[in-house]
């Protein structure tokens, strides 16, 4: 079954770096484009990034020129790398895939930014 699995969140200062990674499993990986989504308090899930079977790569405007999307096919492994963290990027983030037409979640991971 397919299963993806989160980590790398945590508090950081304004300004600060994380990376995530995502570690999936169940599906043959390099053949899918993976998308990581966020959802803040209150708030809808929203896109933050894509990258394609083919490692071409889009993001939301909000985090164009600040965070990194990329993936390891050797390891099954989808990271986002978070650079100038805001508060406004505090919320749980979710690694994704539609595999055969159905969207899988991993468990989310917490990223917080304050001072």
């Known amino acids: 079954q397919v299963q993806l699995v989160e980590s790398g969140g945590g508090l950081v200062q304004p300004g600060g770096s994380l990376r995530l990674s995502c570690v999936a499993s169940?599906?043959?990986?390099?053949?899918?484009?993976m998308n990581w989504y966020r959802q803040a308090p209150g708030k809808g899930r929203e896109l933050v990034a894509i990258?394609?079977?083919?490692?071409?790569?889009n993001y939301a405007d909000s985090v164009k020129g600040r965070f990194t999307i990329s993936r390891d096919d050797a390891k099954n492994t989808v990271y986002l790398q978070m650079n100038s963290l805001k508060p406004e990027d505090t919320a749980m983030y979710y690694c994704?895939?539609?595999?055969?037409?159905?969207?899988?979640w991993g468990q989310g991971t917490q990223v917080t930014v304050s001072s």
């Open positions: 994704n895939v539609d595999y055969i037409y159905v969207p899988y």
């Open positions: 169940g599906f043959t990986f390099r053949n899918y484009p």
């Open positions: 990258i394609s079977s083919e490692h071409s790569t």
